[in-house]
């Protein structure tokens, strides 16, 4: 019976203990956001007891602003909730009252604690939303303001590094790089200079200058080995005309004085022609071949070897293109250097012979013609020397083609004595063939 009543009273009772747990646990959950708030301002007061935390100033976001505009305007999404709107639905709901009148009763209490250890209430600036979208500037002072906050809204100017420096930094990182490459890089290989470069330059523009002369006279004074006899030293006249080939040889002085030798292409380029008309036994003029050995007793050269064109054309045999095979022998510029037979500095150019035979030409260095023009065996002993001094370029004496014509020079051969050298040479030289 007992246990019956008990289970009735159970029942009884059961609906209003649930209805009490919803309302505490409504009126529990409608104070409780406003309730972590204040815990937390609490903390915040309190810890602001202890130290200060620096505050900065506001100032313009610049990146915030550009963000803004240029995604637009996004939807805030409130984070903490105002307490206008906490007590507005506190109001509308009695469990809400009831905690209101609970928080009413509770503040007599906290009035009565001393202000030291109150907590302190922390300021909500209402302006300043958190949301979760995109970052927004901070709030910019109006037209109104005090100069110091004013001031502080100005944009500030953005740092730049010192480009000076960066630029000096790199520009010497650079230069090291470079000197570390070039000291691990292979040596080069140097371009090999030409050592004939100056020889084949002045070579060139003596060509050219002799080029330029038709006929010149130059005064030679000579000495010569023939055999194993070194002649006495002479000096003749040289007259040459370069094309058609002709020579004229003149003895002004000496044991030959009065005599005189043609050679001409354009008559017979065999055959020379010797006039002794000063002698003082009456000589008839002869023709002798130039290679006959009465020609060659005196000299180690034909009448047709005589003249600058041979001395260059040997020296241009010798001059080949650099890594070419020489035909033999060796040219070499010596550079400037006075010869012992001329008080003159001349260009020295050393040739020697497949032979071994040594010669020396030195080259005026105003007209580039030969001054001088030795040769030498190998052990030093003399084979000849020649000496050109008076050269005169294109003389009016030799613009004439009887300057080198016999006939017209020395008039026509008369006498037995004349006809018979004159068979004779024509015999050993060949018929002569006149050209003019």
Known sequence: MNRAIDNARAALFAPSRILIFVALASALF????????????????????????????????????????????????????????????????APEADEAKTAEDAEPVAAAEPASTRPRKARTDESVRITLGRPESLPVLKEGAPAELAAADTPRPTFAPSKPREEAASAAETKENESMALAAAPPRAKKPKDPDQKLRTILDEAK??????STYQVNITRAERVGSQLQPQEAVLLSVRRKPKAVRLEWPTGSSKGREVIYSTAINDRTMYVNMADSALPIPRMSIPIDSPLAMRSSRHTIGEAGFDTIFDNLFKQLVPAGAPTPGGKLVYKGLEKPKEIDQTCHLIQRTTPTKEVWKVYLDTKSLMPVVVTAHQEDGELLECYTYTQLQPNPEQLASADAFDPDKRWGEAKGLFSRLAKAAGDAQGGSPTKTR
């Open 30 to 93: 409608e104070t409780g956001c406003a309730s972590t708030a204040a815990m937390r301002a609490s903390a915040s007061a309190l810890a602001g007891s202890i130290w200060d935390r620096p505050r900065t100033e506001p100032t313009y976001d610049l990146y915030a602003q550009n963000m803004a505009g240029a995604r637009g305007p996004a939807p805030a999404t409130p984070m903490v909730a105002s307490n206008d709107a906490s007590k507005a639905k506190s109001d509308s709901t």
């Open 208 to 213: 050219q200058r002799l080029e330029e002369m």
